[in-house]
């Protein structure tokens, strides 16, 4: 069975400094995708950024880029000029292609020092 | 934008009631999931569905059953709640089979069994 790993249950950094969140994943599988979700306070989950396993290069939205190592199965979350609203618990999910069911790992919950 | 909506934010009951949680998604979704959230946990599936009257196991099935008879209306039963069921419960939604398709969750449930 696929697990995913969060080692870090909380994390903080300055307002506009950068970040890192780490994840690692157990898998025999060629083919998945991963995915980093935010849930801030008020609980709505939300998806942040994907990777599709079979893309070398790394996602990137805005702030946030992944650092995607496969033959690590690594995938960490890189968040640039952190602002406060980026306070959250954050999520690494992974899912099988072809199936329905995300696998996440236990949290990291970030605090941005102002 | 998709909607997901879940009929309590906060819940009290009592060992041995019977719980209802329910969920609606306003986009026509084809799936949707029930899991629950603990600390240091992350999220565990309960429960998914992917069809009118379509129901599967997740990874902690155990105490729970769902029921989906309209498609926009998943529910989560607890037969007879215990305290080990005191928890955040997410309900998400999805478009399609595709493994890739993008979970969007509703604000949660947190269900406090005394």
């Known amino acids: 069975a696929q697990t995913v790993t969060q080692s870090q249950p909380e994390m903080s950094v300055q307002e506009a400094e950068t970040v890192t969140l780490s994840c690692t994943y157990d898998?025999?599988?060629?083919?998945?995708?991963l995915f980093w979700y935010k849930q801030p306070p008020s609980r709505q989950m939300i998806l942040v950024i994907r990777?599709?396993?079979?893309?070398?290069q790394n996602a990137t939205e805005n702030r946030f880029s992944v650092n995607f190592q496969k033959a690590a199965k690594s995938f960490s979350l890189k968040i640039s000029d952190s602002q406060l609203g980026d306070a959250a618990m954050y999520f690494c999910?992974?899912?099988?292609?072809?199936?329905?069911?995300?696998?996440f790992g236990q949290g990291t919950r970030l605090t941005i020092n102002p | 934008d998709v909607k997901v909506t879940q009929s309590s934010r906060y819940l009290v009951k009592r060992t041995g009631e019977k719980v209802f949680l329910e969920c609606v998604q306003d986009?026509?979704?084809?799936?949707m999931f029930w899991y629950r959230q603990d600390p240091g946990l992350g999220l565990r599936l309960i429960y998914f569905?992917?069809?009118?009257?379509?129901?599967e196991k997740g990874d902690i099935p155990e105490g729970y059953s769902v029921s989906r008879e309209k498609k926009e209306r998943f529910s989560l039963i607890l037969e007879s709640a215990s305290t080990n069921q005191t928890s955040m419960y997410l309900c998400?939604?999805?478009?399609?089979?595709?493994?890739?398709?993008?979970?969007?969750f509703g604000p949660g449930t947190r269900l406090l069994v005394l």
């Open positions: 998400a939604s999805k478009q399609g089979g595709g493994f890739l398709e993008t979970q969007y």
């Open positions: 898998t025999s599988e060629s083919d998945y995708y």
């Open positions: 990777q599709e396993a079979y893309k070398q």
């Open positions: 999910a992974y899912v099988n292609q072809g199936a329905q069911k995300l696998v």
């Open positions: 986009m026509d979704h084809e799936n």
């Open positions: 569905s992917y069809d009118v009257k379509m129901k």
